[in-house]
């Protein structure tokens, strides 16, 4: 009789401590897989992504460390904090590298394994400091300051003109050839707008014809290298990065480098 109390005791001990053990003992499990995902503006560019566990839904960081999203329309955007909060930005994930822009990477917390003393070697003493000749003459050292490059566009109406034509305009990038600035609207628009050195040319779609950018832009190529040629005009590495900051600020997406096939 006493054996089969005992036993009782036994189990029901056993029973309540496995009710307890999911909430006090058994963590969560958070796998982290990378998912393929295609970038629509891009034909044929694909990348990887994953999500940890304490990111918000609908962010996925890339494998450089760079948090991302998807908007309404399907394009994958890169992220910026506001504070320890996310939001989307207007830089289009592909179209430049994102080290050159004003985003951080995503940094995931990290707790420290152990603790190790390391031995500290005291640094020698400083020589004795050299006695100046009266008679000698000395000359300060010159410092020189590398001037901050600012573009001509910049202070140009005729090209800061178009950070107003948002009703015309959602997106902006640099045509591969020639190399200049483009900005269109939507994945048909009806019209190109074309930095040429000088002005903006406007190619518009033609009358009742629905046509992608490629398809608009094609016949106008030679027209268009003509002009730019005409103007002396040349485009600098260094103007796309301060272009795609600028862009943003106009609340356009930036689509990086563009060409006749992959516009």
Not at 1 to 11: F, Q
Request: aromatic fraction near 12%; charged fraction near 15%.
């Amino acid at each position: 009789m006493v054996s089969m109390r005992r036993t009782i005791l036994i189990v029901l001990s056993l029973t309540v401590l496995l009710s307890l053990l999911p909430s006090t003992t058994i963590a969560a499990t958070y796998v982290v897989e990378p998912v393929l995902v295609a970038q629509p503006v891009y034909a044929g560019m694909s990348f990887y992504v994953y999500r940890p566990y304490n990111m918000p839904s609908g962010w996925f960081v890339t494998f450089d460390g760079y948090p991302i999203t998807r908007t309404p329309a399907g394009v994958w955007v890169y992220g910026s904090y506001n504070g320890t909060l996310l939001s989307p930005t207007s830089f289009v994930v592909g179209s430049i590298s994102p080290q050159s822009l004003p985003i951080v990477q995503y940094v995931p917390s990290a707790r420290v394994s152990s603790m190790q003393s390391l031995p500290v070697t005291p640094l020698p003493p400083l020589p004795a400091p050299i006695q100046p000749d009266p008679g000698a003459y000395f000359f300060a050292e010159t410092v020189t300051v590398a001037p901050t490059y600012v573009p001509d566009w910049t202070t140009q109406s005729s090209f800061t003109s178009i950070g107003t034509w948002n009703k015309m305009i959602d997106r902006m990038g640099i045509l591969e050839k020639p190399r200049v600035p483009i900005a269109w609207k939507g994945e048909r628009p009806e019209a190109l707008f074309v930095w040429t050195g000088k002005s903006w040319y406007q190619i518009q779609a033609r009358p009742g014809v629905s046509e992608k950018p490629s398809e608009m832009i094609k016949d106008h190529l030679y027209a268009l290298t003509r002009m730019v040629k005409n103007n002396a005009y040349q485009w600098k590495d260094a103007d796309t990065a301060i272009l795609a900051n600028q862009a943003a600020v106009w609340g356009y997406l930036w689509m990086g480098r563009i060409s006749p096939s992959n516009l």
